[in-house]
């Protein structure tokens, strides 16, 4: 594996927006890092979505495309069905893709779409304000669950990896964490491998992230990575979900 030391290249020097030990900034790094390394910085183009991300484009590097909210697979799909060459993902979190863009997430996943999504599961609305997200927890504190998320009120979390696995035109889907060093290293690799499987034309890739949101958790950044491992790591277990071509990470 190529050692990446001091900023990737293709992360702006710009210093980040998001809260203190929040998933985003160390996600972005992942992907810069991937981009650097497949050497794909001048053809890769990254659709941003609404929420916390809203403005990644002014981190990232490259060219960047914004969405409407829940629109991004609908836009990366335009992107790269107009331009095959460039390397297309976008980038969105569990209100803007499991919410309102479950349409736009479903069909383009169903039709094998060949781009990349990186999907941020923090269990909550995070820039609005913390409002109860298709992803939160039963029993999960929001500002729209005050008592906490109730299945006969609200539904059940749901899984979003694992619906769009059993979806023929679904190649690659993985659930990684950034809580923790070890974590993060395996998140790089299923970012790695997606992209690599989209530079292949293998189709629809998923990186699922369970990312830590101290300040809608109402937690320390340290207690909030605990409560990935200890408590949403259960309802949405880590590892691969599915893999077409059945091998493991790169090395």
């Not at 829940?70 to 569990?94: E, H, N, W």
């Not at 990575?225 to 590892?239: H, L, N, Q, S, T």
Request: charged share 20%; glycine share 10%.
């Amino acid at each position: 594996m190529k050692k990446v030391f001091g900023r990737p290249l293709s992360l702006k020097n710009n210093a980040l927006h998001y809260c203190a030990g929040c998933g985003h900034s160390i996600t972005h790094r992942l992907i810069a890092e991937v981009i650097d390394e497949l050497n794909i910085r001048d053809r890769t183009i990254g659709v941003p979505p609404a929420g916390c991300a809203v403005i990644a484009y002014n981190y990232f590097d490259i060219d960047m495309l914004e969405s409407p909210h829940g629109r991004g697979c609908a836009v990366a799909t335009g992107i790269k069905r107009t331009l095959p060459d460039r390397i297309v993902f976008s980038y969105q979190g569990d209100g803007d893709l499991a919410a309102i863009g479950t349409a736009e997430t479903f069909h383009a996943a169903n039709r094998g779409e060949n781009i990349t999504v990186i999907f941020i599961n923090n269990a909550v609305y995070g820039m609005t304000g913390g409002q109860m997200a298709p992803t939160t927890l039963l029993g999960q504190h929001s500002t729209t669950s005050p008592p906490g998320r109730n299945a006969i009120l609200d539904g059940y979390p749901i899984r979003m990896g694992d619906i769009l696995a059993n979806l023929e035109g679904t190649k690659y889907i993985e659930r990684c964490a950034v809580n923790t060093p070890a974590n993060i290293l395996k998140a790089r690799r299923a970012i790695k491998k997606a992209f690599q499987y989209q530079m292949d034309g293998v189709g629809f890739t998923l990186v699922e992230i369970l990312s830590q949101c101290p300040t809608n958790w109402k937690m320390t950044p340290i207690d909030a990575c605990r409560w990935v491992d200890e408590v949403m790591a259960k309802e949405f277990p880590i590892g691969v979900i599915k893999d077409v071509k059945g091998k493991g990470h790169d090395q």
